[in-house]
């Protein structure tokens, strides 16, 4: 019986590069909650897409030689594109967004208009730190180590006329939103952002920029494209017909249930996103639900760092049901997961091979040896049913307590817990032994019965997470589709008495774990520095306005609070010292500086680090191996003086 509507959503990607495990993991995470739902009898839409304008777009395709529509073409649709690994992963979106498509371009120019008529746009100018990677506006305050907060990556000063949405307006509403504690999960999101974003003061935030050209036209002021979280965050709405033609179900689907994100941007989703909301007039989405990340050796996995791990390769070496299983059983949904090789094995082996996968090809051969594969129908109950039978019949239950919060890890513990119980019953009724006995026939078909009802039951709550799989279990234990239904998970004896089985295939092969990552070794065996593309032209006249200059290094001491600076004071030639931080203490220690010949550009403007000066900033060569940054501080021979310009 249908329940409803219930909305759905992934974040949209931004296709600068291949996706990765990261990537996949909301993705799975997201198709799996839409397929509970599906089972439960709601009328699902799960919206998935990319996000595919930007400064970093432009540079990418520029750097590549394509146009900005090309680039993100072969990232999304090309082969072994976003569109193939979502299809490999066997994702069900029912509908796939494009920023580019031409239905979002003309619904956003819409919005972007009736913000600026209500005014809530309005034109201005921005002078502040600017990080092209997360395409991100930072103040000082905001700067960790004088880095991106969020990526930690170096920002650089941007000034250019653009438009403005009155954020500041809606500071406290969309406090009060957070603190009612039903739409931002998990709770620890909710103090982050009041605290670290809404008490310190909101910003009215930059909505246009006039830099660069890869992005949906401002069609009333051309030189401006619209910034792209206006952009992005709106396609939640134009995906389902908002301010266009394309579709027609706004009505019957919005608001959105749930927006899945990713935590390093759920102050869009839960700040920014709400108050454009508002500023619109629009019912606001149910909730936002921020999860962590899949991390490598504590890290956070990032295309940039070249530390991610290819979702292809797992899933071709393991099977894509055993990888959306690892992803969702190991890790609580909610908090960071450190991802390694060993633990997906680990997890493969114990709980899809040595559990599942061996409780049904027990079941299943059992049945088949000692009754031709076909039970009779006869009955003979024992009270060592009991606990199995009465553990089964309450799984439903526990199982959708857990995913209506999201809690996909304890849904599936509450799922294993049975299924071990199942092979200790196997292990107590022996049915070897049942079987040497004619008179105890009726006793062992029970038991056979027991257990195939147990799987039935398992193997319909299962389905969200490994649907292919559980379709060829339900084939090797007799179930047809009157027997996969959510209604049926709720009661025992649903199989017919006279079930008939069929043993097929190893659902879940042992996976070798020495040879497998002596394998998986090979194949990620680093491939030496990585080096970034070269950038675009410049004209001599633009590189003339770099006053670099020769330096003495007079002392240098680390700053204090601070794991990543360097406070140096140099000699330029000019007779004053000159004062520059820099964030080098990882790759160096103050002591092996003192006294070096350094290269500085002298003329950008001052920055505050750590509430210190910096008046310059040195240069270095810098580039990845073996998926670490690797940084070497410019140096020259002695014998050249301070103050000499390089040219």
Avoid at 71 to 85: E, R
Avoid at 178 to 202: D, H, Q, T, W, Y
Avoid at 222 to 230: A, E, I, N
Wanted: aromatic share 10%.
């Amino acid at each position: 019986m249908e329940k409803g509507t219930f909305y759905i959503t992934t974040p949209i990607y931004y296709p600068s590069d291949k996706l990765h495990i990261g990537h996949t993991y909301c993705t799975v995470a997201t198709d799996t909650i839409a397929r509970y739902k599906r089972l439960c009898g709601y009328d699902v839409m799960f919206l998935t897409g990319t996000d595919e304008h930007g400064q970093k777009i432009e540079e990418k395709a520029k750097a590549a030689g394509v146009t900005p529509q090309e680039f993100v073409d072969n990232i999304v649709t090309g082969k072994g594109g976003i569109k193939d690994l979502w299809k490999l992963m066997n994702i069900s979106n029912d509908r796939f967004i494009r920023t580019t498509d031409d239905y979002h371009v003309k619904a956003v120019q819409r919005i972007f208009k009736k913000m600026y008529d209500n005014g809530d746009i309005y034109k201005g100018a921005y002078k502040g730190m600017y990080c092209t990677p997360c395409e991100s506006f930072w103040t000082e305050s905001q700067l960790v180590d004088g880095k991106c907060p969020d990526c930690g990556r170096e920002v650089h000063y941007a000034e250019e006329e653009a438009y403005f949405f009155r954020l500041s307006k809606y500071a406290k509403p969309v406090q009060e939103l957070l603190e009612s504690g039903e739409f931002l999960e998990p709770a620890s999101r909710v103090n982050e952002m009041i605290n670290n974003f809404i008490k310190p003061g909101l910003e009215d935030l930059c909505v246009s920029r006039t830099s660069f050209n890869w992005g949906i036209p401002v069609d009333f002021d051309p030189g401006h494209v619209v910034y792209v979280w206006v952009d992005a965050l709106f396609n939640y709405c134009t995906a389902i017909g908002f301010m266009n033609d394309k579709y027609d179900d706004y009505d019957k689907y919005w608001p959105a249930d749930v927006h899945i994100v990713g935590k390093e941007i759920v102050r869009f989703h839960s700040i920014i996103w709400p108050a454009m909301l508002m500023s619109m007039g629009m019912p606001l989405p149910k909730k936002v639900y921020g999860h962590g990340w899949l991390v490598i050796d504590g890290g956070k996995m990032s295309k940039s760092k070249g530390n991610v791990v290819d979702p292809y390769m797992l899933a071709d070496m393991f099977g894509v049901d055993a990888l959306r299983f690892f992803l969702l059983r190991t890790f609580p949904f909610g908090s960071d997961g450190n991802f390694s090789n060993e633990l997906l094995i680990s997890t493969i082996n114990t709980d899809l091979a040595n559990d599942l996968g061996n409780l049904v090809s027990r079941t299943t051969a059992m049945a088949v040896k000692y009754f031709g594969g076909t039970l009779p129908t006869e009955r003979e109950y024992d009270a060592l049913d009991d606990e199995l039978v009465s553990m089964a019949k309450a799984l439903r239950e526990k199982y959708a307590f857990q995913m209506d919060k999201f809690q996909l890890h304890l849904a599936l513990d509450e799922i294993f817990k049975v299924i071990q119980r199942a092979n200790k019953y196997i292990d107590e009724t022996a049915p070897w032994v049942l079987a040497k006995d004619e008179a105890k026939k009726a006793r062992l078909a029970t038991v056979l019965y027991n257990l195939l009802e147990t799987l039935r039951i398992c193997l319909v709550l299962l389905a969200p997470f490994i649907p292919d799989s559980c379709a060829k279990a339900f084939e090797q234990i007799g179930a047809d589709e009157t027997c996969t239904t959510w209604d049926s998970a709720e009661t025992f004896g649903v199989l017919p008495a006279t079930v008939t089985v069929h043993k097929g295939e190893t659902l879940f092969p042992r996976v070798d774990m020495a040879k497998t990552l002596e394998e998986l070794e090979k194949m990620n065996k680093p491939k030496g520095p990585v080096f970034p593309p070269v950038e675009p032209n410049v004209t001599i006249d633009d590189f003339a306005k770099c006053d670099m200059r020769v330096c003495k290094v007079l002392s240098c001491e680390a700053v204090k609070k601070s794991d990543k600076l360097l406070k140096f004071m140099l000699d330029d030639g000019s007779g004053t010292p000159r004062q520059i931080l820099s964030g080098i203490h990882k790759f160096y220690e103050p002591e092996q500086l003192v006294g070096k010949t350094v290269v500085a550009i002298l003329n950008l403007p001052n920055r505050k680090m750590m509430g210190q000066d910096s008046c310059g900033m040195l240069l270095s060569a810098v580039h990845e191996e073996n998926g670490q940054e690797q940084l070497h501080l410019l140096m020259l021979d002695d014998s050249i003086p301070a103050g000499f310009r390089l040219c």
